[in-house]
C-alpha cells in the first residue's frame, strides 16, 4: 500500500526559531498534499492544500506568511513554521492524496509530527 | 459551508458490546464517505463509501451509506479494548477537499 513519511516525528524549539517538517509520499506520486493541523483531544484541521508546482491554498484563518508550504516535487511537500510560538505547538499531519482512484482510499496520512515550542 | 457532524462525541462500553457510531454530512457535490481510526499517531484508513446501500466490513467492523438522507453508520460488534480510539468520519468532494467531522471518541472497558 502507499506511504508516506513525515519527518521529525517530534520536534521541541525554542520562541522565535523556524521549524521545517517534510512530507514524503514514498512509493506513489502525489500532486496533492495536505497539510492538518490536530489539538489535544480535536478533530483534525485543514491548514493547507499543497499542490506541485504552484502555490499552495491555505485555509480560512492560516497565515500563509506563517506556514511556508513548499512542494517542490511529486513526493515532497514541507511545511515551515515561521518564527514559532508557544501557541503553535500541535500536532501536524500531513496526507497524500492517491490519484488512482475507484474503490480505494485516497489520502494516505503520515505518522504525524509533534511540535512543542518553549 | 460543507459541514460534518459525528454523533457522540464520546462513548463509554464494556467489551462485547455493540456500538454504532454516526456520521451526517452536508457536502456540496459529494464524492465519498470515509472513516477512520486514530489512536496515538495519524489515523488509519477503515472503509470508503460512495454508494447508498452498500455495506462494507471488516471483521467486527461494517459501515453503510445513506446518500438520500445524507448519513452514514460505522458499527463494531463484540468490543475489545484495543478498540478504543477516536474514529473519524470524513467527506470528500468534487472539489478534492476533504471535510472532517470532530470524530468519536471511544472507550472500551475491560
Known amino acids: 500500500g502507499a506511504v508516506v513519511s513525515q519527518h521529525p516525528s517530534w520536534v521541541i524549539c525554542k520562541s522565535g526559531t523556524s521549524v521545517k517538517i517534510e512530507c514524503r509520499s514514498l512509493d506513489f506520486q502525489a500532486t496533492t498534499m495536505f497539510w492538518y493541523r490536530q489539538f489535544p483531544k480535536q478533530s483534525l484541521m485543514l491548514m493547507a492544500t499543497s499542490n506541485e508546482g504552484s502555490k499552495a491554498t491555505y485555509e480560512q484563518g492560516v497565515e500563509k506568511d506563517k506556514f511556508l508550504i513548499n512542494h517542490a516535487s511529486l513526493t515532497l511537500s514541507t511545511l515551515t513554521v515561521t518564527s514559532a510560538h508557544p501557541e503553535d505547538s500541535s500536532f501536524y499531519i500531513c496526507?497524500?492524496?492517491?490519484?488512482?482512484?475507484?474503490?480505494?482510499?485516497?489520502?494516505?496520512f503520515g505518522p504525524g509530527t509533534r511540535l512543542t515550542v518553549l | 459551508e460543507d459541514k460534518v457532524v459525528q454523533s457522540p462525541l464520546s462513548l463509554v462500553v464494556h467489551e462485547g458490546d455493540t456500538v454504532t457510531l454516526n456520521c451526517s454530512y452536508e457536502?456540496?457535490?459529494?464524492?465519498?464517505l470515509l472513516w477512520y481510526k486514530q489512536e496515538k499517531k495519524a489515523p488509519t484508513f477503515l472503509f470508503m463509501l460512495t454508494s447508498s446501500g452498500i455495506e462494507k466490513k471488516s471483521g467486527r467492523l461494517s459501515s453503510i451509506l445513506d446518500k438520500k438522507e445524507l448519513f452514514s453508520i460505522l458499527n463494531i460488534t463484540a468490543t475489545q479494548t484495543g478498540d478504543s480510539a477516536i474514529y473519524l468520519c470524513a467527506v470528500k468532494n468534487y472539489g478534492q477537499n476533504f471535510v472532517f467531522g470532530p470524530g468519536t471518541r471511544l472507550s472500551v472497558l475491560p
Open positions: 496526507s497524500a492524496r492517491d490519484e488512482r482512484g475507484g474503490d480505494y482510499n485516497e489520502q494516505f
Open positions: 457536502v456540496t457535490n459529494f464524492r465519498s
